[in-house]
């Protein structure tokens, strides 16, 4: 369900908030965390996006305004939420990938 999509979506956002958080990086003393904090902002934005999109979702299909001719809704949102996903796991590679001095 979609709505059980937005919970899971905030709460995997948490956790890396609360990991990166945890690391005692310095954004300011070091590209790599910068970069790193620049990529949990990014997977923000999309959560925002996302919670929005799924919102509008939800409320259309209640509406009855949503079924398999007039799906451009869903189809939309689904394809933000595949890339969403595809850019946290790359995002979570990089972060937590060996870095080498």
Do not use: E, K
């Not at 937005?6 to 956002?13: E, K, R, S, V």
């Not at 908030?17 to 965390?33: E, K, M, N, R």
């Amino acid at each position: 369900s979609i709505v059980a999509a937005i919970l899971l979506l905030w709460a995997a956002f948490a956790s890396s908030v609360y990991a990166l958080s945890g690391a005692s990086l310095d954004p300011t003393a070091h590209g790599y965390a910068a970069s790193a904090y620049l990529l949990i902002v990014w997977q923000g934005v999309h959560a925002i996006l996302l919670t929005f999109m799924g919102t509008f979702t939800l409320a259309r299909a209640w509406a009855g305004r949503l079924d398999m001719v007039h799906r451009n809704t869903f189809d939309n949102t689904r394809i933000l939420w595949l890339y969403s996903c595809a850019q946290a796991l790359i995002a979570l590679f990089v972060i937590h990938s060996p870095r080498f001095s």
